[in-house]
């Protein structure tokens, strides 16, 4: 494993470096100045343009309000956009759905580059050291400590503060828990997300899991398990046995807390793997259940690996190992939003052509239309496609039983 990044800076002539925390894996910045409640929000603004980090020595509540107002100058349209003709407007437009959405990727990265130039120290017990911060040291400890890759190592670290938001409420959403109806009344239905694994927000999905016909209730496989919803949906419908696979460290311990919660940990087993459990080990089953990312695009983050898929791997990896993996009558279920197909990333005739050359068929389709906020939002860059998105479950089978 490689040593953490530092981040290094001169304070009082003196050269000083300590660990940088960054979930995505940025390099930590090259210039680096030191910030406080004298600084303004245009001068501050103008110095994460240019990619100088401000080190914070000031009120972390003055620090909070600084955020904000960077976010508030990120998000505001340049001025000469307003002044500029109809007719220039109309050629720097977005000719193509998929060039819209490069284009808002490319806006979210750069705002997320400026915003993440606010930097707050954080003591090695994980303790922020400016005045009247709050103790975020369980939101810390649950998000880091539990992978070796981000544990804390005896030293002192920074952390953007927009990262460490993110942490907090991560923690929060921990604490609370998402209500998922598909499990049952109220007190025993909610799953619980972890930082860094995809909390299950878009409940439509689950309800395709929660109401398609079981082919089987002996066993089932759930292929990337995330929080372990679908697999607690599969158990509490009454599948006997149900064996669910991740490769992410997070994801699993996500899983088996859930499980536990909802005592189903007897009839759930979690096992880390790349797609299918060892066809060796664990054989055939009748029913195999797999939620990939829906959008072939590169993530930026970490939790935006069950968002986005670098051309299709997962898709396809599904795809292509679902027949060895299925047991002769059994159906493999493929939910996948067609949002993609909206943005022009990936053709409806590409994912037949897959699931054909896979030795599969298709032997049915469950749609629902989301109910997300975005999908009304007239505002959003890609309202048009997230307006006429549908999620589905295929039900596919061999190609030889259709």
């Known amino acids: ?44 603004y103008r110095l994460a343009c240019e990619g100088t980090a401000l080190l914070w020595r000031g009120d972390f509540h003055n620090a909070r309000q600084l955020l904000q ?145 079981l082919p089987s209730n002996t066993l089932a496989f759930d292929v990337g398990v995330g929080t372990g919803v679908l697999s607690a949906v599969l158990a509490h419908r009454g599948v006997q046995r149900v064996v669910a696979t991740d490769q992410d460290p997070r994801a699993l311990a996500c899983a088996r807390d859930n499980l536990q919660r909802l005592g189903l940990q007897e009839r759930v087993e979690v096992v ?18 797999c939620n990939p990312p829906w959008v072939p695009a590169r993530a930026s983050t970490p939790v935006e690996h069950a968002v986005y898929d670098p051309d299709s791997r997962m898709l396809r990896g599904f795809l292509d190992g ?10 493999g279920w493929l939910v996948l939003s067609d949002l993609a197909e909206h943005l022009g990333l990936r053709p409806r005739e590409q994912l037949l052509g897959w699931i054909e050359s896979a030795g599969l068929a298709v032997r049915g389709r469950l749609d629902v239309r989301p109910r997300h906020p975005k999908a009304g939002d007239a505002s959003d860059p890609l309202h048009a496609a997230r307006a006429a998105e549908i999620t589905s479950l295929w039900r596919l089978g061999h190609r030889q039983q259709s």
């Open 272 to 289: 880390q793997a790349d797609l299918f459990p060892t066809l060796a080990l664990y054989g055939q089953a009748p029913l195999i259940v």
């Open 69 to 213: 107002a960077l976010a508030r100058r990120a998000d505001r349209k340049p001025r000469r956009h307003a002044r500029a003709s109809a007719a220039g407007a109309q050629a720097s437009a977005p000719s193509t759905p998929a060039q819209a959405f490069h284009l808002h990727r490319q806006a979210q990265a750069q705002r997320a580059r400026v915003l993440g130039m606010l930097i707050i120290p954080l003591a090695a017990d994980y303790a922020v050291p400016l005045r009247r911060a709050p103790d975020f040291r369980d939101a810390c400890t649950e998000a880091w400590d539990a992978d070796a890759r981000t544990a804390r190592d005896g030293a002192d670290s920074v952390v953007s503060l927009r990262e460490l938001s993110g942490v907090v409420g991560a923690h929060e959403w921990r604490k609370k828990g998402v209500e998922v109806a598909s499990l049952g009344g109220p007190g025993h239905n909610r799953i619980h997300p972890h930082y860094g694994v995809f909390s299950p927000v878009r409940g439509e999905y689950v309800q395709l899991v929660a109401q398609a016909p």
């Open 322 to 331: 679902l027949a060895a993996h299925l047991a002769p009558q059994g159906e």
């Open 1 to 44: 494993m490689n040593p953490p990044a530092q981040l290094h800076w001169l304070e009082n002539g003196i050269e000083q470096s300590v660990r940088w925390r960054s979930e995505s894996g940025a390099p930590p910045p090259r210039r680096v100045v030191l910030a406080d409640d004298t600084m303004g929000a245009d001068a501050a």
